[in-house]
């Protein structure tokens, strides 16, 4: 069983920029398209990007899109989220999550699971 640790997110000014990080420990996740996903208070969990699991391919929400960028870096077991322009809209907890199936990139939150405690990025106008 995979274990998914998410860090680096923080209070920041509105226009700023954070990256996030999501360690993954337990097995290897290179073989697994993974997310990052985020749910702000009162509001459902949302995916926000997904990428493949050699990185050639992304997904964005329209949301961030142009914003925040998805990477990784197998050998480190690692996922990242560079999210730069913030904007108080982004104000949420993300989460880093495995994709369940196989094959093309999925984006809703159901398709993914082992789920991290998550982090909280708080963006201030």
């Known amino acids: 069983q995979v274990q998914l640790v998410e860090s680096g997110g923080g209070l920041v000014q509105a226009g700023g920029s954070l990256r996030l990080s999501c360690a993954a420990s337990g097995r290897t996740v290179s073989s697994y398209t993974m997310g990052w996903l985020r749910q702000a208070p009162g509001k459902e969990r949302e995916v926000v990007a997904v990428v493949n699991s050699i990185g050639t391919n992304t997904y964005y929400a329209d949301s961030v899109k142009g914003r925040f960028t998805i990477s990784r870096d197998n050998a480190k077991n690692t996922v990242y989220l560079q999210m730069n322009s913030l904007k108080p809209e982004d104000t949420a907890v993300y989460y880093c999550?495995?994709?369940?199936?196989?094959?093309?990139?999925?984006?809703?939150?159901?398709?993914?699971?082992?789920w991290g405690q998550g982090t909280q990025v708080t963006v201030s106008s």
């Open positions: 999550a495995v994709q369940l199936l196989w094959g093309n990139i999925r984006t809703r939150p159901a398709d993914f699971h082992s």
